[in-house]
């Protein structure tokens, strides 16, 4: 049984949006900071958004202003909002959980094409 599960990829055009969602089913989300990694073909995995434990987001430099991260604690939910999605963010994405400095618990991922 995964601890984590990415959901809400697929194919979408260039300039359209997808909500990915990471769930866990044995403990709470919200006493972890929950990163969102991406891995395109041919590349390593990069790091896309983070949110911490109080709120806080951060978003990497490609991202920022396209990609919203927010947590759903009753539902034990953190969702990624993409918009104006391009081609290069074509690519696997996961999500895990912070814990004293460390990402520790890996999905099975969720995977995101961008393509007309």
């Known amino acids: 049984q995964l601890q984590l599960v990415e959901s809400g990829g697929g194919l979408v055009q260039p300039g359209g949006s997808l909500r990915l969602s990471c769930t866990a089913s044995?403990?709470?989300?919200?006493?972890?900071?929950i990163g969102w990694f991406r891995q395109a073909p041919g590349k390593e995995r990069e790091g896309v958004a983070c949110?911490?434990?109080?709120?806080?987001?951060n978003y990497a430099r490609g991202v920022e202003g396209r990609f919203g991260v927010s947590r759903d604690n009753a539902e034990n939910t953190v969702s990624l909002q993409m918009n104006n999605l391009r081609p290069d963010d074509t690519a696997v994405y996961y999500c895990?959980?912070?814990?004293?400095?460390?990402?520790?618990?890996w999905g099975q991922g969720t995977q995101v094409t961008v393509s007309s």
């Open positions: 895990n959980r912070g814990r004293s400095d460390r990402w520790i618990t």
């Open positions: 044995e403990f709470a989300l919200d006493n972890y900071a």
């Open positions: 949110i911490t434990t109080s709120g806080a987001t």
